[in-house]
């Protein structure tokens, strides 16, 4: 597994990280088996994992934590990022709050859920504009001089915040969507990466939109993928299909074809995907270091603008 700085943050992230969120932290999902995805992704020398205090109906961190404890003192060799600024309300409704009091709890209680003293990334989840304000950025800011988090990072996907950052908003990392599927995002990543921004790619698989996957459904984990795909990522879908091709790519699974896309990237620190399936996690950690033929990369590209 290949290593890639974070930017200027002086931090070096494994250039594919796992994501655990989603059905992964889910209490119907087995605990045994989402820690050993886990334990299984560092072994092969993954040592970016990202979370949420609110991934998985609050239950993503704790469980993450579990994981981590059981790897003692390699724990603190990781790169564990979370996100703030989304709680769950007295009747459980997920709801948005930005208060620079709220951000600081929560990143103190996700310290204690997943048993570190230092967290090394900490990422706004998707702010608007008018919710960075002075007293907020002041706050991150005592944070990471506290030492309480190592950076600070924005998670979004709205344009204007992401001008915002671009003009300098005080931020050492971004996460954006970015994968086959919103190669529209490559000249900011370039700007990005100019300006020592690090770049996070979220959903670098594009949700496996490009494959068949998601409609074989064999089991309540796959109903569950394939509603949330049908709710959320309808033009995806659609826009999916004219990437299919990737499945046929030479000496590469589809998936791996389409990480591999985003790691040619050199503004990329790490791509991001998330798993419940030790077979594909370990397929798609096989994806560090290929290189796409130049037919495929130009297959992509004109997918993209049809």
Not at 219 to 224: C, I, N, S, T
Request: one cysteine or more.
């Amino acid at each position: 597994m290949k290593l890639r700085p974070l930017g200027s943050t002086g931090i070096l992230v494994s250039e594919i990280g796992l994501g655990c969120a989603s059905y992964w932290g889910k209490e119907i999902f087995s605990e045994s088996r989402a820690i050993r995805i886990v334990r299984r992704a560092s072994d092969a020398g993954v040592c970016y994992f990202d979370t949420g205090h609110s991934y998985s109906d609050g239950n993503a961190e704790p469980r993450l934590g579990k994981a981590l404890r059981e790897m003692g003192g390699r724990r603190h060799e990781l790169c564990i990022s979370s996100k703030a600024g989304t709680r769950f309300d007295s009747r459980r409704k997920l709801v948005k709050d930005f208060s620079p009091a709220w951000i600081r709890q929560s990143c103190h209680e996700s310290l204690r859920r997943l048993g570190l003293e230092r967290l090394p990334v900490l990422f706004l989840h998707g702010p608007r504009i008018a919710d960075l304000s002075d007293e907020l950025m002041g706050t991150l800011a005592d944070l990471k001089s506290q030492g309480t988090i190592g950076a600070i990072g924005i998670n979004t996907f709205d344009a204007p915040v992401l001008d915002h950052v671009e003009r300098g908003g005080g931020f050492d990392v971004v996460m954006l969507d970015y994968n086959i599927l919103r190669q529209d995002h490559e000249p900011l990543i370039g700007r990005l990466q100019a300006q020592g921004v690090g770049v996070i790619a979220g959903a670098a698989l594009g949700n496996a939109l490009f494959s068949n996957r998601v409609f074989r459904v064999r089991g309540v984990r796959d109903l569950w993928y394939l509603a949330r795909a049908l709710k959320n990522f309808r033009e995806g879908i659609r826009r999916g299909r004219m990437f299919r091709f990737l499945e046929r790519t030479p000496g590469a699974t589809g998936a791996q074809a389409a990480l591999a896309y985003v790691l040619g990237n050199s503004g990329v620190a790490a791509a991001v995907f998330g798993t419940t399936d030790e077979k594909h996690l370990v397929e798609n950690l096989a994806a560090s270091g290929i290189a796409l033929p130049a037919e495929v990369l130009g297959r992509i590209r004109a997918a993209a603008c049809p």
